[in-house]
């Protein structure tokens, strides 16, 4: 058996105490085209993306860990499971989000995978970054609202989604994601990061619908630490640039501000 290790925890950690941002592409193996799959990890990796998030709802093809191979050979950016059940686990991946979803009601999503998934997760050593997952509505119907069998948190309700995340870390859940779904029509409010931002202090991460450089730098100045782009960088290759500009600016603000430059 492997012993635990905590490095992308402490990352995460580091880099809010030091107001950082972080950039994390999402990539879903059935979507990867893996003939050109090692000329776009070059690209991720020469515009500064932080993290790979890979996973998705419903994964048909199991390409998980040849995925995962590609992302070790052709970069030192780590590969995060970011998995929709049990069975999307390799052991391959550098960590993985144990999400269990606090803003839904399905016991499945809250404790059940995780029963499941725990043996596993143990005997592969992987790290695992608990992580309270919450659903926020997004203008239509999300694959992920779907799958899961849940009702998202309503996207003007900041302060219920504040008090779901503020109970997920009383819980002990040591990340907060706020997710408006893969290819969602708005993204999370301003207002419910920031009011999830004054709630918690663990690392927030914020996902779905970000696909411009207005929207992400609207997640980052409301307090989110880590901005997911899936759709919007499978649709237009250009965003990816963008955003990493984005985050890069926010940091040397951070940097300027905090007199490390
Ligand atoms: C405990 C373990 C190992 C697994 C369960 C993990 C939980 C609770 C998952 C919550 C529900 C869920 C189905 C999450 C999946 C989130 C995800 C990876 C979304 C990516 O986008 P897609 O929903 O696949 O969107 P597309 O339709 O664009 O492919
Ligand atoms: O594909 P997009 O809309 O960028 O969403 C990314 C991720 O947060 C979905 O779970
Ligand atoms: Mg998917």
Do not use: W
Request: glycine share 8%; aromatic share 6%.
């Amino acid at each position: 058996m492997k012993t635990a290790n905590h490095k992308i925890a402490d990352l995460l950690s580091t880099r809010k105490t030091e107001k950082r941002k972080s950039f994390a592409v999402l990539l879903d193996p059935d979507k990867v085209n893996f003939s050109t799959f090692p000329t776009f990890l070059e690209y991720a990796a020469g515009h500064g993306v932080d993290f790979f998030f890979v996973g998705g709802s419903l994964i048909t093809n199991y390409a998980i860990d040849q995925l995962i191979s590609a992302i070790h050979q052709n970069t030192n950016i780590p590969a995060i499971l970011f998995p929709g059940s049990s069975l999307h686990i390799d052991p391959s991946a550098d960590a993985i989000l144990l999400l269990s979803l606090i803003s839904g009601r399905n016991a499945d999503l809250l404790i059940g995978q995780h029963v499941i998934a725990a043996p596993l997760l143990k005997q592969s050593g992987i790290e695992v970054l608990p992580t309270g997952y919450l659903l926020i509505e997004s203008g239509r119907l999300t694959t992920v609202s779907y799958i899961s069998n849940t009702i998202p948190l309503p996207r003007d309700k900041p302060g219920i989604v504040a008090c779901t995340a503020l109970a997920g870390e009383f819980l002990g859940l040591k990340n907060i994601f706020l997710d408006a779904g893969s290819g969602a029509q708005f993204p999370v409010t301003a207002e419910t990061i920031a009011a999830v931002r004054q709630a918690v202090d663990t690392p927030i991460i914020v996902g779905g619908g970000i696909d411009s450089y207005e929207k992400a730098d609207n997640a980052l100045n409301a307090g989110a630490d880590v901005i997911v782009v899936g759709n919007g960088i499978e649709q237009n290759p250009d965003l990816l640039p963008e955003i990493a500009a984005c985050v890069k600016a926010f940091n040397r603000k951070s940097d300027k501000i905090l007199g490390r430059l």
